[in-house]
């Protein structure tokens, strides 16, 4: 059976490596082999770059074109040495962040133009495009607090930025869905555990079924 590729997406604090973790039990309980993973990170040169991005002090200031060249060479990175494989191999492939991040995250909240983000992303990710993608939609309202209360105060880049960064990315995140509704599940964030994790497991074993 060919490889199979999901991708989680959302604001700060939506939930995402809560629901991937559980998912990738499920499946591995089921008998699928399963390789999770992250962006920016996800490679020993990835999580160096993540390192730069979020925490190092090198960081601060940097130019938001900087800031997408960035995320794509760690992305370029990931797909060749990790996720094409792992593809190859028949595995599934559970990716907490993948392109729409960048779409959205540098594209829409940083304002860099459209055609530039869409051929950078292009040339990191060249064919290698998640089959079903997630989207875990929360008023960052509602995510920040989740994230400053877990972080004892240590926030990120990305977490540091005003409310209306979030905003902007949020809806960002809701126009690419729909604009892409075949790839694309849209969850509300603010239902239980529970109920997001079955609810993405009944989408996934639907999806699964139609290729095995």
């Not at 591995?28 to 020993?44: C, H, K, N």
């Not at 060249?126 to 105060?153: Q, S």
Request: glycine residues 8%.
């Amino acid at each position: 059976m060919p490889g199979f590729f999901i991708s989680f997406e959302g604001g700060e604090g939506c939930g995402k490596s809560t629901q991937i973790a559980r998912l990738s039990a499920r499946l591995q309980a089921a008998g699928w082999d399963v390789e999770q993973t992250r962006e920016p990170g996800g490679t020993a040169l990835g999580e160096a770059i993540r390192q730069l991005l979020q925490h190092d002090k090198a960081g601060q200031g940097m130019a938001a074109e900087t800031e997408l060249l960035l995320f794509a060479a760690s992305r370029a990175q990931h797909v060749r040495e990790r996720i094409g494989p792992a593809l190859a191999a028949g595995k599934i492939v559970l990716c907490d962040r993948f392109m729409d991040s960048t779409t959205v995250y540098q594209g829409v909240a940083r304002a860099v133009a459209p055609e530039p983000v869409q051929a950078i992303n292009q040339l990191a990710v060249d064919t290698t495009v998640p089959e079903l993608t997630f989207l875990i939609d929360l008023a960052p309202e509602i995510g920040l607090p989740r994230i400053r209360n877990r972080a004892d105060g240590q926030l990120d880049r990305m977490e540091q930025e005003a409310l209306e960064f979030h905003q902007a990315v949020r809806q960002g995140y809701l126009d690419l869905a729909q604009r892409e509704p075949t790839r694309f599940v849209v969850l509300d964030g603010s239902q239980s555990i529970e109920t997001l994790e079955q609810a993405i497991w009944q989408q996934v074993e639907d999806a699964l079924q139609k290729i095995s």
